[in-house]
């Protein structure tokens, strides 16, 4: 069983930081790409940001130049360094991944808050 548990979520104020953290356990052969998506009430859930075992990094244009996805294969972990935050930001941010344990399928988080003031 392969789980996926996000951390670093919270309430911060227009122009804030945070930093959202993900680590997948349990029986893992290997990660391919894992990504952030985000969720906000009343509307459907948008990619923000995802990387490749190898590095290689995809954001949304809503976020690019604020946020910094990265991941430490070491760790079985992904980032999310998010800057300059903003209102329309807030929504619950879902990381997920592509794991082979042996099978491969999509793993999902269970999510975390994070909300902007304004």
């Known amino acids: 069983q392969v789980q996926l548990v996000e951390s670093g979520g919270g309430l911060v104020q227009a122009g804030g930081s945070l930093r959202l953290s993900c680590a997948a356990s349990?029986?893992?052969?290997?990660?391919?790409?894992m990504g952030w998506h985000r969720q906000a009430p009343g509307s459907q859930r948008e990619l923000v940001a995802s990387?490749?075992?190898?590095?290689?990094?995809n954001s949304a244009d809503s976020v690019k130049g604020r946020f910094t996805i990265s991941r430490d294969n070491a760790k079985n972990t992904v980032y999310l360094q998010m800057n300059d935050l903003k209102p329309e930001d807030t929504a619950v941010y879902y990381c997920?991944?592509?794991?082979?344990?042996?099978?491969?399928?999509?793993?999902w988080g269970q999510g975390t808050q994070v909300t902007v003031s304004s």
């Open positions: 997920n991944a592509i794991v082979q344990s042996p099978r491969t399928s999509i793993y």
């Open positions: 349990g029986r893992i052969f290997s990660i391919g790409a």
């Open positions: 990387i490749t075992s190898g590095g290689s990094t």
